[in-house]
């Protein structure tokens, strides 16, 4: 019982991971309806990018320019921004006035293109991520929890109350509401909607970008690996209609939970059941269509 | 579908059978590979390009007619061409139970979920030793016939290539029938499609199946080329580079598919070998020319030409055009289509005073105008002297319909009847709950409380679809026409329950279905010459003029062979003249073709000039009802609706 609690509470730090790349899905589709299929990738390209700034090749070998981290996480963070805003300025601003489905291909393509890119550039073999968090651990209620792991977790809470700041309080978060709505209506009130749409991007982005640089040192460096790992994420995402972030957060808690716990349940560590996490993750997924399916199916195409 | 000319056809047969004694040895192995390939990027056609489903499992499903195959070959000792239908069979099971999902939910949830099938696959692949062998895979020996070792390329290419051109004809066929137009209207629109009768539930599982099937075969084929099946070969990457591939080469046609196949596969070969940089960089081109693609030109290689020839045209177009005042410009659209391009549907719109829908010389057209409302007053006169119903059994019953969204009673036991033969109309001020009533008598929306009878059956929860069945039709305020197909093909959607040949026939383009499709083809010509359209015929609709978008989607309804026609603001968008003529072609309809009308509509004139009998509803409840000169006179009406002065 107590290996459950103790990955139960492993859990809660890769569930605040997941409604982080969650969060940035769920803003690009609010605000122009679009699907994001590269979240997982930006967050994987943020990896490496913090990878490339802060790794010294002189003393671990590969590439990089040896920044320190203190430089180089928010140079990172700034260049996911940038990577998003690029995203959405040469690439999808351009389809705007085509059928959605065309944009989320787009996104496909934008996948293709970063894992390409990484795979390319670093190579599919497996890397070292920088750590950001403390090393050591503390034991807590006869529980061992490292630090990166309560890092990671008081970060994302952090994170995720400023976004639900910024959406509920912020004359940008009610922009952006209103350009959810009603694009040309927001307009019309004299909102920059281009603006706030390009702004959706760069800030899902940076929190993908920051999410694949929590995850990467409890995962793994790699292009494909790091990319799918947004999966769960997207999950979560739905569970919260893509647009309700409360509900978001309690999917991401499900699926977080779910990813830590279910190699350790006996008939999948026997290896009776292959894929054990994977599997269960895409029940969750249909498990979470059923049960938000119909409203969204009612968005789409009104009668 | 190779080709429509048959001299062509047989120096294509001809060449594709020299093919591998011409070339050298690694030009057959070229080949076998762009077959495998043809079928992958097929069943993407069929998914994303015609049915609007976005998957990014293809390759895991690939990977199920693949490992499939190889476990068949090895303990049943089951060989190629029994072991490929095995594995479609396997693989299009498959699809099936992805395609369930896809029912619950849009085209934008399904991209995830299969993203994390894909996923979970390639995870169980890899743990899940007795199917898939594990990391390392299983192995199977060559195919051995008596007669031939197919270890050598030059024999499997007249295996595969066989297969490949047999289950293309098969989804040439497929597209050209019923099937594939239930398919094109469920891309555009599935409200739409159910309204003319087609199961939308089965037909998208249809597609995931046949999709399945082909790239189960596919998975099958390439087992017998590489002799064996590891995860690896089936895993996420591969997914996205169909879907690539697929775009690229044009993912609206099938001639896409092949092209793009064979660009992959040549350039695969040379290109990518031409220098050491380019050296497997195929996955990095794939991702920027699909984005490329995308941007410049979505319809794909195959739509270059067609491109081309567009602008030749246009430029032909605008010679011609100067001297003249006023044209219909016809948007810019093509046959192979940018299939992921859902034009938007807004008529060039018609100028008050502009010229009616059916076309001709400005002095006939006055004379015809005229006729025209002499017409119409002496129908409306007619009616005039007729002042009670039809004593016939009501055709449609609607019993204390209340319905509920939230807090909003938008229909508060709403009741009426409509009698065989009517022209019937619904009216009331705006928000009245006019449109959402219709929907529920169409099935689009299920009363809280309440029964619709129709035809002396409770149809209250019926599908949309079986209530076409029983022959309602309607049309929308705001259309939902196919603004990808011609005028021609959206009529042609609504011969669907017209049609009794089922899938296999279809398949094959038996007899049965290309009498079936003769007929159905007279029918639509003949209604759209009823209504003055012929001549649009071959135009893609989006771009039409309001007036003509209105009858066409009047005569696609029509097609239907309904015993009663929804009308919903038929006449919102059109101006006087339009109005006028749209009055006559429902007179027409009615008298002559025998439907029964029932109408909501705002223009007060209209309803006034064809309605036999009316009901008012105001904030969701019955107002009043009676013929329309009693209720133009019923004060309460006028207050309500009508305003202080009554309606000229």
């Known amino acids: 019982m107590k290996l459950y609690i103790e990955l139960f509470i492993l859990g809660l730090p890769i569930a605040g991971v997941f409604a982080l790349i969650a969060t940035g899905v769920i803003m690009v589709y609010r605000a122009s309806k679009i699907l994001t299929l590269a979240q997982g990738a930006v967050a994987m390209f943020g990896a490496y990018i913090l990878y490339q700034l802060n790794n010294d090749p002189a003393k671990t070998g590969g590439k990089g320019f040896g920044l320190t981290i203190f430089i180089a996480l928010p140079l990172a963070v700034v260049l996911c921004g940038a990577l998003g805003y690029a995203m959405e300025r040469l690439f999808l601003r351009p389809l705007r006035d085509r059928p959605v489905l065309v944009s989320v291909i787009m996104t496909v393509g934008i996948l293709a293109l970063l894992t390409a890119i990484a795979g390319h550039t670093w190579g599919y073999d497996r890397l070292a991520a920088p750590k950001i968090a403390p090393e050591g651990q503390v034991r807590i209620a006869g529980i061992t929890l490292g630090y990166d792991r309560l890092f990671i977790l008081g970060l994302t809470a952090l994170i995720m109350l400023a976004v639900v700041y910024l959406f509920k309080y912020t004359t940008l978060g009610i922009a952006m509401r209103a350009v959810a709505d009603d694009r040309r209506a927001a307009l019309l009130m004299g909102i920059p909607a281009d603006r706030v749409s390009s702004l959706t991007w760069v800030l899902g982005s940076i929190l993908a970008g920051l999410a694949g640089i929590l995850l990467s040192p409890i995962v793994e460096l790699n292009p494909i690996i790091l990319t799918l790992i947004a999966i769960p994420a997207y999950a979560a995402a739905l569970f919260g209609g893509l647009t309700n972030l409360a509900r978001m957060v309690i999917g991401a808690l499900v699926v977080g939970v779910l990813y830590s716990i279910v190699p350790a349940i006996p008939f999948a560590k026997n290896n009776d059941f292959p894929g054990e996490r994977e599997l269960a993750i895409f029940a969750v997924v249909i498990i979470f269509m059923f049960v938000t399916g119909k409203s969204v199916e009612l968005q789409e195409e009104e009668i | 579908m190779l080709t429509r000319r048959p001299l062509m056809r047989w120096v294509l047969i001809l060449f594709l059978i020299a093919f591998p004694f ?72 498959v699809a099936i139970f992805i395609g369930l999902f896809a029912l619950r939910i849009r085209g934008l949830y399904l991209a995830i979920a299969t993203l994390a099938f894909q996923w979970a696959m390639e995870a169980s692949f890899l743990e899940w030793h007795p199917f898939s062998g594990g990391f390392n895979g299983v192995k199977i020996d060559p195919l051995k016939w008596p007669c031939c070792d197919f270890s050598d390329v030059k024999l499997l290419y007249f295996l595969v290539w066989p297969t490949t051109i047999l289950l293309i004809l098969m989804v040439a066929n497929l597209r050209d029938s019923k099937t594939g137009r239930a398919w094109f209207a469920i891309r555009s629109s599935e409200v739409a499609a159910k309204t003319l009768g087609i199961n939308v539930t089965n037909y998208k599982l249809l597609a995931f199946a046949v999709s399945g099937f082909i790239i189960g075969v596919a998975g099958s084929m390439n087992l017998n080329y590489i002799q064996s099946a590891t995860p690896l070969d089936y895993n996420f990457q591969r997914s996205i580079l169909f879907l690539a591939i697929a775009v690229l080469g044009g993912i609206g046609a099938i001639a896409g598919a092949v092209v793009g196949a064979i660009a992959y596969v040549f350039s695969d070969q040379y290109v990518f070998t031409l220098a050491d940089f380019l050296k497997d960089k195929t996955d990095l081109f794939a991702g920027g020319l699909l984005i ?126 409509v009698r065989p033969g009517e022209i019937c109309g619904l009216i009331g001020p705006n928000g009245a709950g006019k449109t959402t009533n219709f929907n529920c008598v169409n099935g ?147 008298d002559e073709m025998g439907h029964t009308i029932f109408i909501i509509e705002h223009d007060m004139r209209l309803v006034m000039m064809i309605c036999d009998y009316l009901y008012v509803l105001e904030f969701g409840r019955n107002l009043a009802e009676g013929f329309p000169q009693d209720v133009q006179s019923n004060p309460a009406v006028i207050a309500a609706y009508l305003g202080e002065e009554s309606v000229a």
Not at chain 2, 334 to 352: H, I, M, Q, Y
Not at chain 2, 367 to 396: C, F, H, I, N, V
Not at chain 2, 513 to 538: C, F, P, Q, W, Y
């Open chain 2, 22 to 93: 011409i070339f050298p040895s690694n030009w057959a192995d070229m080949a076998v590979r762009t077959s495998i390939l043809v079928l992958s990027l097929l069943s993407v056609v069929i998914l994303t390009g015609w049915v609007g489903q976005i998957s990014l499992a293809q390759a895991a499903l690939m990977g199920v007619g693949a490992f499939t195959a190889a476990q068949l070959t090895n303990h049943l000792n089951l060989e190629f061409p029994l072991h490929a239908i095995a594995a479609g069979g396997a693989a299009a099971a």
């Open chain 2, 292 to 417: 490329f693609t995308i941007l410049q030109n979505p319809a794909g290689i195959i739509g270059v030409r067609e491109q081309l020839r567009e602008k030749a045209a246009e430029r032909h177009a605008r010679k011609e055009r100067r001297g003249q005042k006023r044209s219909i410009v016809l948007e810019p659209a093509t046959e192979t289509g940018a299939a992921l391009e859902e034009p938007e549907l807004v008529g060039a719109s018609a100028d008050a005073g502009g010229p009616p829908p059916v076309s001709g010389a400005q002095q006939d057209r006055d004379d015809e105008r005229k006729a025209a409302s002499q017409r119409l007053a002496a129908y409306t006169s007619a009616r005039g002297q007729r002042m009670e119903r039809s004593s016939a059994a009501p055709m449609l019953e609607v019993r204390d319909v209340t319905i509920r969204f939230g807090g909003v009673v938008a229909n508060d036991a709403v009741s009426y009847e």
């Open chain 2, 444 to 590: 689009l929306l299920v009363p809280n409380s309440g029964s619709v009878r129709f035809m002396g059956q409770d149809i209250t929860d019926k599908a949309v679809h079986g209530r076409a069945k029983l022959g309602m039709a309607r049309t929308f305020q705001l259309m939902r026409l196919f603004p990808r197909l011609t005028v021609f093909e959206n009529l042609m959607v609504g011969t669907h329950l017209q049609n009794d040949s089922g899938f296999g026939s279809n398949l094959l383009m038996l007899g049965r279905t290309k009498t079936e499709d003769r007929r159905n083809r007279d029918r639509v010509k003949e209604v759209m010459s009823m209504l003055g359209i012929s001549e649009h015929a071959e135009s893609r609709v989006a771009g039409l003029p309001f007036g003509i978008l209105r009858l066409i989607e009047l005569g696609r309804a029509l097609v239907t062979q309904p015993r009663m026609l929804l009308l919903d603001e038929p006449a919102s968008g059109l101006d006087v003249s339009e109005t006028d003529a749209f009055a006559e072609i429902l007179f027409k309809v009615r």
